[in-house]
């Protein structure tokens, strides 16, 4: 079975901190994908990855970066946290060069910004 | 822009019926749609995936039918359990090959 492992369940910081958030899968998966989920909006795209070093925006990308520097990592960068972005963030992995492949995901960090 | 409706309202049912979820679409014609099952506190589990020219898909008590006319995919549960309580998620391709996400409907089958 494929395994996503988000490295925090829960995490607390203050306004203006950097914040890292770690997703490591064990799959060998090309793409890896990092989603913010509130309530009465679903899931939100904020970045995604198909490949080492390789990025692109999703639907949400202001205020954070993210960085792929080996295949099975995918950091989520909050540059200077602000309250608005208290959530619950979802890092998912999916196999291929098509993005219609099902996408796995970890359990999720519930972060609150104070 | 695209956009997917899933009815926002819980769905109550008793143990032992069919439960079915809708999922709407509109401004998109998507190759396939995919459903997942989430449980608090947890991340999406993918259940099915379907495509754009299969009428409908089944796993075990699962069935998911697509109907690209009408836009609408519907998600049934046969034999429905207290253990298939959940928010069920469906998603389709954009035309930018992300995954767009509803917002999803939560399902409580009482015993």
């Known amino acids: 079975d494929v395994k996503v492992t988000q490295s925090s369940r829960y995490l607390v910081k203050r306004t203006g901190e950097k914040v890292f958030l770690e997703c490591v899968q064990d799959m060998d998966h090309e793409n890896m994908f990092w989603y913010r989920q509130d309530p009465g909006l679903g899931l939100r795209l904020i970045y995604f990855s198909y490949d080492v070093k390789m990025k692109e925006k999703g639907d949400i990308p202001e205020g954070y970066s993210v960085s792929r520097e080996k295949k099975e990592r995918f950091s989520l960068i909050l540059e200077s946290a602000s309250t608005n972005q208290t959530s619950m963030y979802l890092c998912?992995?999916?196999?291929?060069?098509?993005?219609?492949?099902?996408?796995?995901f970890g359990d999720g960090t519930r972060l609150s910004i104070l | 822009s695209q956009k997917i409706e899933q009815n926002s309202e819980a769905l109550n049912i008793q143990e032992g019926k069919t439960a079915t979820l809708t999922c709407n679409y509109t401004?998109?014609?998507?190759?396939?749609l995919q459903w997942y099952r989430q449980d608090p506190g947890r991340g999406p589990v993918f259940l099915l995936l379907?495509?754009?020219?299969?009428k409908e898909k089944r796993k075990e008590r699962l069935k998911v039918t697509f109907d690209t006319t009408l836009k609408q995919s519907l998600f049934h549960i046969t034999a429905s359990q207290p253990a298939d309580s959940a928010t069920y998620l469906c998603?389709?391709?954009?035309?930018?090959?992300?995954?767009?996400f509803g917002q999803g409907t939560t399902l409580q089958v009482k015993p």
């Open positions: 998603a389709l391709a954009a035309n930018t090959g992300k995954l767009i």
């Open positions: 379907i495509r754009e020219n299969e």
């Open positions: 401004n998109y014609s998507p190759a396939y």
């Open positions: 998912a992995s999916s196999y291929g060069q098509s993005y219609n492949q099902p996408q796995h």
